[in-house]
């Protein structure tokens, strides 16, 4: 927690998961981020919407191997051509609906995923209130992974999984905290372990740690400006990069 209110008196809060078609709406600036300070005194799970829900599952599935702009573009065309419907999802032709999120990379994969996500959520009734998918069952899914499935927990359904990226190996191993060749269960087990079960702070945490590894704690980092080199074994013990 040290570490998380650091980062968060750094950058500030980042409000993730964006959701796009949600711009502009209360709470929400024009990205469809929450409004800094705004998502902590909102009722998120009540905001939650059928679109709301879908659109954090489809984005799950479209950032796996991109950037996030590309998902960006994806989700653009999804939400422009009225697809972002998962009845529609199902109906449409595979080849449309990977013509849609072509920016997105892998766009012939990661349509008959949406599509297969698509079924299961809808199948279960996993977009009404109450409903949370099993992670088990997820992870059963063709193309759903750890992170993926996390993801899609932790942002759509408000369910305390800490989401385990590249970037949060990255940095905890270089802390000295955990080793970056940990397998996925291992770390979050630690980290679920240690942190408060809070929902909006595993939000907010899985956010930050991007923010802060693109930011100083890069591939080669920038170690002198960054806010937990008191902390890092990084920083003491190899030599220090600056960019």
């Known amino acids: 927690m040290q570490i998380y209110n650091k980062l968060l008196e750094e950058y500030g809060p980042q409000g993730w998961w964006p959701v796009y078609s949600l711009r502009n709406t209360l709470g929400r600036d024009d990205r469809g981020y929450f409004v800094s300070g705004v998502f902590i005194e909102t009722n998120y799970r009540a905001s939650l919407r059928k679109s709301t829900i879908l659109e954090i599952a489809v984005g799950a599935i479209l950032t796996q191997n991109t950037s996030w702009i590309n998902v960006e573009k994806a989700i653009d065309n999804l939400v422009k ?44 009734n996993f977009y009404e209130d109450g409903n949370i998918p099993n992670r088990e069952n997820l992870l059963e899914l063709w193309g759903i992974g ?57 939000q907010e945490y899985h956010a930050l740690i991007v ?13 002198l400006k960054c806010v937990l080199r008191e902390e890092c074994s990084f920083f003491q013990n190899v030599q220090v990069y600056t960019y």
């Open 81 to 124: 051509d009225n697809l972002m419907d998962p009845n529609i999802i199902l109906k449409i032709p595979q080849d449309e609906l990977a013509n849609a999120i072509r920016p997105s990379g892998y766009y012939n994969q990661k349509a008959k995923k949406l599509k297969i996500l698509t079924r299961y959520l809808l199948d279960g």
């Open 211 to 223: 923010k802060h590894a693109k930011e100083h704690c890069r591939t080669k980092p920038d170690c």
């Open 146 to 202: 750890e992170e993926t499935a996390d993801s899609i927990l932790l942002y759509a359904y408000g369910v305390p999984l800490f989401v385990i990226d590249e970037y949060t190996r990255r940095i905890f191993g270089r802390l000295g905290i955990l080793e970056s060749t940990q397998s996925y269960k291992e770390i979050a087990e630690v980290l679920n372990r240690e942190l408060e079960k809070d929902f909006i702070v595993y």
